[in-house]
């Protein structure tokens, strides 16, 4: 049982579209992080958040963390076909420094 | 500066027999993680180091898995007697501590284990 559900599973979506992704739990966790995948290689950091309520934005990229520190959302803005991937949220609960993935859910952007 | 790095990217083996998967973390950082990550599905833990000792080994699957890390640098993950399902792409990740619960962990490009 994964302690993070992710959805949607897949989305596939038009250059230039607007996506999200979900992130829920019923645990609260102290940080929360979004990583980005691609085939062959290894998960590399999006952004971390660490308070509720919290918004960081990087480029194109939107990212909310919930008031009650249980659930998260990324945005995409107009997206491109480089953002194509496999996106993973992963939570770190307080005094606990492993990470807790979710399934993932992998994005296509077509051209 | 260099990233974390794992060798070997693949490795196909027979079932029951040993198998070492190494990883070289960043440098300077004293933490180094293990995770499977099996298709279709996010990272799940293994074990974590903090400098030399396995500080939390609670996902290790069962005793034939085992990791090392004697000068708190390089990490070797073991598998012993290797069955099909332990197929799977193993990942480590370091950070520079663990103190924090939102250290940011920075992962190495997995080996993949076949298992035949």
Partial sequence: TQLLEQSPQFLSIQEGENLTVYCN?????????????EPGEGPVLLVTV??????????????????????SSLHITAAQPGDTGLYLCAGARSNDYKL???????????? | ??????????????????VELRCDPISGHTALY?????????????????GTGAADDSGLP???FFAVRPEGSVSTLKIQRTERGDSAV??????????????????GPGTRLTVL
């Fill in chain 2, 90 to 107: 193993y990942l480590c990740a370091s950070s520079l501590t663990a103190r924090y619960s939102y250290n940011e962990q920075f992962f």
């Fill in chain 1, 50 to 71: 660490v308070t509720g309520g919290e918004v960081k934005k990087l480029k194109r990229l939107t990212f909310q963390f919930g008031d009650a520190r249980k659930d």
């Fill in chain 1, 25 to 37: 739990s019923s645990s609260v966790f102290s940080s929360l992080q979004w990583y980005r995948q």
């Fill in chain 2, 34 to 50: 293990w995770y499977r990550q099996s298709l279709g599905q996010g990272p799940e833990f293994l074990i974590y180091f903090q």
């Fill in chain 2, 62 to 64: 069962n005793d034939r």
């Fill in chain 2, 1 to 18: 500066g260099a990233g974390v790095s794992q060798t070997p990217s693949n490795k196909v083996t027979e079932k029951g027999k040993y």
């Fill in chain 1, 100 to 111: 807790s993935f979710g399934a993932g859910t992998t994005v296509t952007v077509r051209a």
